[in-house]
């Protein structure tokens, strides 16, 4: 079960994380169904769900699945797609609620801290097709960082890509750019720094050739 589709536009992120949670742990829950009446927050809720693979205490699992639906969401707000797109494979898969029950424990006590501070403001960072390309371009680095096998990353990728997600569900530009600031700091160390990403590259061009 998910809020009906009059309310989803208005509900709060935690209410959201507690309607995806209410229900059989054994449930599966389907991508196009979360996606689903949530208007400019739709992205921030494609992100949030591709982000929990992140968080899975199995190392290179969490990356390799994260991975690819992170570039999947910034891809597409790269190239200014105003509604998300989804394979149809994809749009019927996505997390059980156990997943999800289990994480809600874990982030409910920060989402209170959250809705505190965080509220609607600077819309242009969120809504200027710069800065969604930006946004876009930031996330399509930090999804083939978190695939990498880069130890010891996933829980720091997870979390700044949570504030992406949150910022875009929140409609708060402030929090974007803050997000923007750590992603530029984990690009610059984990990718450039290291040549995790110019390794990525040549891997990537050395199939194609």
């Known amino acids: ?13 935690r209410d959201l994380l507690a309607a995806m949670a209410l229900g059989e742990p054994g449930d599966q829950l389907r991508f196009a169904d979360l996606l689903t009446g949530l208007g ?35 891809a597409q707000l790269l190239i200014g797609l105003r509604k998300p797109w989804l394979p149809a494979w994809l749009a019927e898969r996505g997390p059980h609620r156990s997943a999800v029950q289990r994480f809600e424990i874990v982030l409910e006590p920060w989402f209170r801290r ?5 509220r609607p403001r600077l819309p242009g960072v969120l809504d200027h097709r710069a800065a969604i390309m930006f946004t876009g371009l930031q996330l399509v680095l930090l999804g ?8 010891f990353t996933n829980y720091v990728f997870g979390l700044l890509l949570l504030a992406y997600a949150l910022a875009l569900l929140e409609r708060d530009g402030a929090l974007m750019v803050w997000a923007w600031v750590g992603g530029a700091v984990a690009i610059g160390f984990f990718g450039v720094l290291s040549g995790a990403l110019a390794t990525a590259a040549g891997d990537w061009l050395g199939r194609l050739f």
């Open 1 to 13: 079960m998910t809020p009906d589709v009059g309310s989803r536009e208005e509900a709060g992120t």
């Open 40 to 74: 400019k927050r739709v992205f921030g809720m494609m992100l949030f769900v591709a982000t929990l693979p992140a968080f899975i205490p199995i190392p290179g699992v969490g990356g390799a699945i994260g991975g690819p639906l992170v570039v999947l969401v910034g």
């Open 114 to 118: 959250l809705e505190r501070f965080s």
């Open 144 to 151: 083939v960082l978190l695939a990498l096998p880069i130890p």
